[in-house]
């Protein structure tokens, strides 16, 4: 979740990022070159009209050349005087353009800032000691590329205090995202009791909610609504299966007075062993809704896990369940862990019923010690199961394909209440094929991993 929502906030964060550098260089670069042609036309307009006062002056093309040339050397710009019909008297080695005649006009009627060719230029009358003409002054030299350094850091500046509050934006946008997936998360994993925090001044003042809060209330009620449905199933599943006792007690009672005789004895005997199946169905059923309930084994202490295993061995030598199949247990030291002996028997005694089902004697019971686990195994010599119902397996009521040697008996609850007595030990389990033959998958392996508690 930290992954995504990182991912979903640099990108929101990228994004307000970059149209601030691109606002910010288009700003700078505008206001940059504005202020440059600003300041070329008011500062060309005056200096034009100030040198072209100074020239006036001179008596002379000769002083006028030599005022021309020290204008242009003091204020470093270029210079070019021209007579009315627009020879050049004077000019600099960048000789500026000449004038048409509707500019020669207008720069007869005062100073003008002109711009073609070269760039800005600005024009002004020249009248004085027989000369009437004009005299075209361009912008300073070394201020044609415009200084960009101020404007640069006050965009760098504007930049950074927009982006300190565009990070809080992005993190205000995505952090609700990352909370609903997380939610999402959480309650697809089995936590339905998990809900959305709303946001924090909406939960303060009552303030009115935008599309992100609507949102999560949304979500927040579709929970509520799941968590309750789920709850009612189960409810009623458990009262269901708790009030089915008594009937099944009474008909194994009325079972055990009826009168037996050489052709009712099978029947009977037939009647007592569904019997049996429907009771330790219900049992299934009420054990899962207690690990549900509690989510914690009831009863933990200390079990010698390897004397569990021979006393499976021991009743699979006399169980019906089992009928006859050949179960043996795999060698091994004795090994203790803290574990609810009761469910933790029963599960596997459902792994071993599974294993006479639907797979082939021999059936191998084995436990062994790795870094701080248990490993389990309850494994068959049958079909084993195929890779893609390995996972399905452990659903409540689905059964695969059976193989070889099945009674056809069964509801799908048995590997479902393996699964939660290690759910709710820490532990997990997994289907797998017991061995490889010439490329083949064979027989099946169920194995069971629990924390090793020294507790």
Known sequence: CEVMGGRLFVRIYLHFLAVLVVVAAVTGVVIANGWRGAFFRWWSER??????????????????RAMVRHLA???DVDITLREGNGDVIASTAHELPALDEEEQRDVAAGPKVLGRGRGWFAAAPVEGHGLRGTLEVSPVRRFRSPHLVRPVMLAALAL???????????????????????????????DLTHRVPLARALRKRGGRPDEIDELTRAFNDMAERVEGVVRTQKELLANVSHELRSPLARL????????RDSTSEARLDDLGSDIDELDRLIEDVLTMSRLD?????????????????????????????????QVCLGPGDPIEASVDGALLKR????????????????????????DGALELTVTDEGAGIAPADRERVFQPFFRATRGGGSDGRGYGLGLALARRVAEVHGGSIRAEAARCEEGEERGCTMRMTLPRSEA
Do not use: C, K
């Open 252 to 259: 194994r009672v009325a079972l055990e007075l009826l009168p």
């Open 160 to 190: 950074l205090m927009v982006g300190l509050a565009s990070g809080v934006l992005a993190r205000r946008i995505s952090r609700p995202v990352e909370r609903l997936t997380e939610a999402a998360r959480r309650i697809g994993g089995g």
């Open 347 to 370: 599960a596997l005694w459902n792994l071993v019923e599974n294993a006479a089902r639907y797979g082939a004697a021999p059936i191998t019971l084995a436990v062994a010690a790795t």
């Open 47 to 64: 200096l034009s009209t100030h040198f072209a006062s100074l020239v006036a002056q001179q008596p002379s093309d000769v002083a006028r």
């Open 73 to 75: 050397d003091t204020f």
């Open 293 to 325: 309930a509690t989510g914690l084994p009831a009863h933990p202490q200390r079990v010698d896990v390897r004397a569990l295993l021979a006393q499976l061995v021991e009743r699979a030598a006399h169980d019906p369940a089992v009928a006859g199949r």
